[in-house]
């Protein structure tokens, strides 16, 4: 196995997502965890859709997965991780709440960064998602307060800069709170191919560049024309480096990698 270079990065985050666990616990499961414990991170974000339906034989199985990659973890749900009716209208996360964490939201703080998860899939849309003004006031109080040198980190499932029919829905709010909080990394899944870029956003006559990091499928076999992959974000003074690990000929192996330029919070 190839394992990934650490470097001398100052907080390395493992960034896993759409894991899609059925009946039986992924064929990639053991590979993966295997990969992402040779990243050393010091924290991993798992950006949703970690079941296939939502059933609660899927969630203990998802659950048993998550707490075998590194700790700290924090977790969000996904669109697939919502039930289908009647319960996806009475308790659209309760099962979730009940098998994989209570806590929907969570925020964690390691030294450097601080994470802040947001349930971005409503129990009334199918696929797409949303962001309420709720949460964009959580977003300016949570990661708008991190001190200053904070990595400010938000995690959602849905890419929150996408256009047309994936468009967030309060993607206006969203990228006020960006601005406003002055957030550095936007991480987000769903779409099964890895991405990254730099953004520009403007608010309010007010310019502010965020990272935004999409991560692969890590062990679903809908890779829509990818393979799968889990992302490595390496911070250190000089900016952040998105590394890619994809599935390829049996082993987790170095995918593209992007340099980018350290946002204006200056973290860490």
Do not use: F
């Amino acid at each position: 196995m190839t394992a990934p270079d650490t470097g001398a990065a100052s907080l390395v985050i493992a960034h896993v997502s759409d894991l899609h666990v059925g009946r039986r616990p992924p064929t990639l499961a053991d590979a993966v965890v295997a990969d992402v414990h040779r990243a050393r991170p010091d924290l991993t974000v798992v950006t949703g859709d970690c079941t296939m339906r939502a059933r609660s034989a899927q969630l203990r199985l998802a659950r048993v997965l998550l707490d075998q990659l590194p700790q700290p973890c924090l977790v969000i749900p996904g669109n697939h991780d919502v039930p289908l009716a009647p319960s996806r209208v009475r308790t659209p996360y309760g099962r979730y709440r009940a098998y994989v964490d209570p806590d929907i939201e969570p925020v964690l703080n390691v030294p450097g960064a601080r994470v802040l998860g947001l349930a971005s899939m409503p129990w009334w849309r199918w696929k797409s998602g949303r962001i309420t003004a709720d949460q964009a006031a959580r977003i300016d109080a949570v990661l708008g307060g991190a001190p200053d040198g904070t990595l400010r980190v938000l995690a959602l499932h849905h890419p929150p800069l996408a256009t047309g029919t994936a468009r967030l829905v309060g993607r206006a709010l969203l990228v006020e709170a960006l601005v406003a909080a002055r957030v550095d990394v936007v991480m987000a899944g769903h779409t099964h191919v890895p991405a990254s870029r730099v953004v520009e956003l403007v608010h309010g006559g007010r310019r502010h560049r965020v990272i935004e990091v999409i991560a692969g499928t890590a062990t679903s076999g809908r890779t829509r024309g990818a393979e799968q992959s889990w992302s490595v974000l390496r911070v250190d003074t000089g900016g952040v480096t998105v590394d890619e690990r994809r599935w390829i000929r049996d082993e987790w192996r170095p995918g593209p990698s992007a340099r980018h330029l350290r946002t204006p919070s200056g973290a860490p």
